[in-house]
C-alpha cells in the first residue's frame, strides 16, 4: 500500500487544520493532452492522487468525494484522498485510510459500484434507512458511486471508486460526464502508480516496533502471567495511568458481533462517579459494527487509533446519539484517544482514553507504545479465555 501520510495525522488538534482554498475552473477537451502529459509519467501515487482530487475540486461540480483504491491482497477498498464538504473539513483525517470489504459488504455503496463496474446513486428520497440517515447526518442531497476503470477495456476490474458528495441539488448527467473524463485521464497512471506501491498501513508492522520503556518487557510478561480479566483490565489501566495523564478508560470487546463495555477505570477516586455513570449507559447500549454508530465501532473497523484535542470544539459536529449521549457523560473531554485492541493484528476490541480537564499530548512514540500494550492486552484476554475454555472441558 501507499506511502501515506505522517502518522502524526492522527494526533494532530483537528480544529488546527483550515482547507485550502482553489480557484475553480471547468474541464474541457482541450485542457485533457496537458493534464495527461503532467501525469503520465508520474510513478508516486500520493502526488497522483492530490492532482486527481485537485481537478475534481477545481470542477467545483460537487461538494466532496473520497477516492478509494483497491488493496488486492486484504480484498478491501481504502479511502486514501478525503475532500469533505466544508463544515466537516475537520475529519478528513479521521475518514483517511477507512476500509471498506468488497465481500461481505454487499450493501455499501461503493463496493456495489466496485462489482457492477457502473454508478450506484442514493438521495433523500431514494434509498434504504441507513443511507437516508447517513445523508441527513452529513447534512447531503445526494451521493454517487463511481467505479474507477478502464473505459478502452471493460473487461478489467475496477481498481477502486470514486464517492461523490453533493448538499444542495443533484448529481445529474453532466456532473458525470465531466468526472468520468477525469477518470479516463488518471486511470492508467493510477494503476500503474498502485501496482508499484505496497498497500500497507503505516502501522501493520507496529508490534515489532522497538519498545519505547524499559519495562515494556517486563510489563508484558507479568500481563500473560495474570489468571483472571479482573486483574488484567486492573494493571493495565494503572500502568496507563501511571505513564499517561488520562482520567480514565473504557475497555470494549467484540461479541457476537457487538462491541459490548466490559469495564471502565478512573483514574482517581473523584472521577469514580463518571466512570460508573459511563458504564451504566454502555451496559445496554453496545456498539454495533456500523461506521454510523460512532467512534468506537470506527475505530474498529478502521483498525487504526483516533485522537481528538478539545472534543467541546467538535461536539456539534457529526455524531451517533449514543456518542453524543457518552460525551454528556463524560463532561465533554479534553482529550479523547480511540485505539483499536489486536490478536495478532486484527481487532478484537477498542480501548477508550479519555482526559477531563486537561488535554493529553500523545507523541507517535507514545502512540506506538499504547498500540503495542493494547496488543499483549488483547493476547493476554484471548489466552486467558481460551484456557478458561480448556478447564470447562476437561472439567466437564
Not at 325 to 341: G, K, W, Y
Not at 371 to 381: P, W
Request: aromatic share 10%; proline share 4%.
Amino acid at each position: 500500500m501507499i506511502s501515506a501520510s505522517p502518522q502524526t495525522d492522527y494526533i494532530d488538534h483537528m480544529t488546527d487544520w483550515l482547507p485550502e482554498k482553489r480557484e475553480k475552473r471547468s474541464f474541457s477537451a482541450e485542457s485533457i493532452p496537458d493534464l495527461q502529459q503532467h501525469i503520465n509519467h508520474s510513478t508516486e501515487l500520493n502526488a497522483l492522487l492530490d492532482r486527481f482530487g485537485d481537478e475534481i475540486e477545481k470542477l467545483g461540480l460537487v461538494d466532496g468525494y473520497l477516492i478509494n483504491l483497491r488493496d488486492s491482497d486484504t480484498e478491501h477498498l481504502i479511502s486514501l484522498k478525503v475532500h469533505l464538504t466544508a463544515e466537516f473539513h475537520v475529519l478528513e483525517h479521521t475518514y483517511y485510510r477507512y476500509k471498506v470489504a468488497l465481500s461481505g459488504d454487499a450493501l455499501n455503496l461503493n463496493a456495489r459500484a466496485f462489482h457492477s463496474r457502473g454508478i450506484v446513486q442514493c438521495d433523500s428520497d431514494n434509498g434504504t434507512d441507513i443511507e437516508k440517515n447517513l445523508l441527513k447526518l452529513w447534512k447531503l442531497q445526494e451521493i454517487a458511486a463511481i467505479a474507477i476503470l478502464d473505459d478502452d477495456d471493460f473487461s478489467q476490474a475496477p481498481i477502486g471508486t470514486l464517492l461523490l458528495l453533493k448538499q444542495g441539488g443533484r448529481i445529474d448527467e453532466h456532473i458525470f460526464v465531466a468526472i468520468e473524463k477525469l477518470i479516463s485521464v488518471f486511470y492508467k497512471p493510477l494503476r500503474v502508480a498502485l501496482e508499484n506501491s505496497f498497500l500497507q498501513e503505516p502501522s501493520d508492522h507496529i508490534e515489532s516496533a522497538p519498545p519505547e520503556k524499559s519495562w515494556f518487557q517486563q510489563f508484558s510478561a507479568e500481563m500473560n502471567n495474570l489468571t483472571s480479566t479482573e486483574t488484567i483490565y486492573q494493571m493495565f489501566a494503572t500502568e496507563m495511568f501511571r505513564q499517561f495523564a488520562f482520567d480514565g478508560v473504557g475497555f470494549f470487546l467484540l461479541e457476537n458481533d457487538l462491541l459490548l463495555n466490559k469495564r471502565v477505570e478512573a483514574a482517581d477516586p473523584h472521577y469514580q462517579d463518571i466512570s460508573e455513570a459511563w458504564e451504566k449507559y454502555l451496559l445496554g447500549n453496545p456498539y454495533i459494527l456500523d461506521t454510523t454508530d460512532g467512534g468506537i465501532s470506527h475505530t474498529f473497523l478502521k483498525n487504526l487509533p483516533l485522537i481528538f484535542h478539545d472534543v467541546q470544539t467538535i461536539i456539534n459536529l457529526p455524531m451517533s446519539e449514543k456518542d453524543r449521549h457518552a460525551l454528556n457523560i463524560l463532561r465533554t473531554p479534553r482529550t479523547l484517544l480511540l485505539v483499536p485492541i489486536c490478536y495478532k493484528q486484527n481487532p478484537i476490541g477498542v480501548l477508550a482514553f479519555y482526559s477531563l480537564l486537561e488535554p493529553v499530548n500523545v507523541s507517535e512514540s507514545d502512540l506506538h507504545l499504547i498500540r503495542n500494550l493494547a496488543s499483549f492486552f488483547g493476547a493476554a484476554i484471548i489466552d486467558l479465555s481460551r484456557h478458561a475454555i480448556a478447564g470447562d472441558q476437561i472439567g466437564a
